[in-house]
């Protein structure tokens, strides 16, 4: 088993930047990836971005692309989202999640390979 607890969400205005962290528990060593999403209410759960745990490559939704940065620290078991210029529509809850499969590219994408959730934590932006 494999825990995942966020912090770093919050309220902030447009044009503004926060900081997902993401600190990974437990059996950590079959992780193969980890990946953040979001999920605004009524919609359904969407890819944010994914970083292979091994070697460091990284994967990001059109959408939020050369916005926001995902990076890791093998040591420290943890897995940041660097959020910069937020808009309105970037307002959800997000998701860290953890996967023990391959994946390289867009097979990155679909949350249902996952296999570890964190609790979630909100984000807010405020036009």
């Known amino acids: 088993q494999v825990q995942l607890v966020e912090s770093g969400g919050g309220l902030v205005q447009a044009g503004g930047s926060l900081r997902l962290s993401c600190a990974a528990s437990?059996?950590?060593?079959?992780?193969?990836?980890m990946g953040w999403f979001r999920q605004a209410p009524g919609k359904e759960r969407d890819f944010v971005a994914a970083?292979?745990?091994?070697?460091?490559?990284?994967y990001y939704a059109d959408s939020v692309k050369g916005r926001f940065t995902i990076s890791r620290d093998n040591a420290k078991n943890t897995v940041d989202l660097q959020m910069n210029s937020l808009k309105p529509e970037d307002t959800a809850v997000y998701y860290c999640?953890?996967?023990?499969?391959?994946?390289?590219?867009?097979?990155?994408?679909?949350?249902?390979?996952?296999?570890?959730w964190g609790q979630g934590t909100q984000v807010t932006i405020s036009s």
């Open positions: 999640a953890a996967r023990n499969t391959y994946c390289l590219g867009s097979l990155c994408y679909d949350p249902t390979p996952y296999d570890y």
């Open positions: 437990g059996r950590t060593f079959r992780t193969y990836a």
């Open positions: 970083i292979r745990w091994s070697g460091g490559s990284t």
